[in-house]
């Protein structure tokens, strides 16, 4: 069914890092204004903007302590509306991130609540008394550690999924969610277009907060939280009093969620939500939990991909996203940084041709790397040192949490937007919150610009081809080579028109054979000069596009 989420082609922008307008060293909202052009000619159609709230920036702004105001740093609420007004001039929507599992601990409502078991804000959240030997539960939060803080002025506990100073919110409390509700109205009557759902499906907890099974210090209790009992009754509440009276969409944030479940938030009918991002691929390198490595496999990839593409086709619709502010580069991750280039273009290509709409993230169309850092120091998120600090207590050594901090870090995607080959890559003059990363030279969008063959251009064109075919964005999925841990081939179908996406996952030359004969059909994307029929040179990517005639099954 045709649908305006379908054919969104979104870009996130994670604000403290993308641009910024005043040189205090921190990105912000007149930055984004100076960008719009660019996105304009980058093609997409839509924003997904990192928190922008107020708030005491304990986990970049994922800690928010008025819903209803900008934070200062980031610019004002006129700055909004002008950033705002700039973005549909150009026709491009703009989705917000929305934080509603946990507020900041310095949230007026939490302030009063920790003060006073008599305060009216108290049942917002979760608090209870300890047992003999401590917290009320065994539950472990997602950055590691118990996640229950003691609250010494009711000699209680809270609880915090996430840092100690997120703490949850009480969904079963009904005045909690009115003023959800008006949070909402109040940013979609500005003309907000959508919400990226943070956590989404954690919001309703079994009240009782039983003590979870597993053994393992991260994420224990998730049992009792992950698609909680009365998530779609939350959800459908949401749905019903704010978001079918506005023109808009939704994506969720879904952590450890199976096809089967996603659908029963997405399934296209009962759309609770229009979208959800999942992690299966995202765990394709790691057990588990994402610290625990592994080494990448292609077919392990697939796999994943192929899953969600199959389960959700004519039911759902998937987003497609390799990189986000909590993720490593995927070129460090699933290409090759000796072929940084063709690998680049390669994952885009086999990404963005697969049924669903398409997210990039800062510096994915440029292929931006992993961060170079070597000291702890250099790190700024709260997860990185929570984890740090966990892994020693475990005793694994500094040499060891120092490597999977590397290779993890959400720091990694977060280090500033490199624009040119200026001082600090053009993101400011001033001293960058985190370092820049020391690449800029070398790997920035004014290089990228002038290039035809570059990174840049190729997200581009494939922008401009899903824009140019129908079949992109609504055909249907089938892949060939299944167990092949080196080429990736799928075809997409809509009416008379079919794709064909071919690509190597590999960094030597592969034999191939076309699954069929191809002379028929246009070559319309490739990421090399060369074309052999037969042949894949390293990381190549090709799109092929052809007319099907079906047979009427007579004669
Ligand atoms: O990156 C992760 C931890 O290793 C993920 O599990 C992440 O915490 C999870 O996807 C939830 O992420 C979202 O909510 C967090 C915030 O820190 C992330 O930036 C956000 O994307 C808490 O609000
Ligand atoms: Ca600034």
Redesign the pocket.
Known sequence: MKRAYKEAIVYQIYPRSFK?????????LR?IIEKLDYLQYLGINTVWLSPVYSSPMDDNGYDISDYCNILP?YGTLEDFKEMIFGMHKRGIKLIMDLVINHSSDEHPWFLAARRDINSPYRDYYFFRKGNKNGPPNNWTSFFGGSAWEYNPDTDDYYLHLFSRKQPDLNWENLRLREEIKKILKFWLDLGVDGFRCDVINIISKNPDLPDGKSKLPILRGKEHYLNGPKIHKYLNELKSDVFSYYDMFTVGETVMITPETALTYIEEGCDELNMVFQFDHMGVDNYYVKWFLRKFKPKRLKKTMRKWQTALDGKGWNSLYFENHDQPRSVNRFGNLCYRIESAKMLATYLYFQQGTPFIYQGQEIAMTNAHFTELSQYRDVETFNIYRLGRKLGFSDKRMMKKIKYMSRDNARTPMQWNADEHAGFTKGIPWIEVNQNYKLINVEKDRDNPDSILNHYRKIITLRKEYPVAIYGNYYEYYLKSNKVAVYERNFKNDRLLVVVNFTSKKVKFKPPYDLSTYQLILNNYDEEYEEQLLPYQAKVYYGKVFHDSGKG
């Open positions: 910024d307008s005043n040189n205090d060293g921190i990105g912000d930055g740093e």
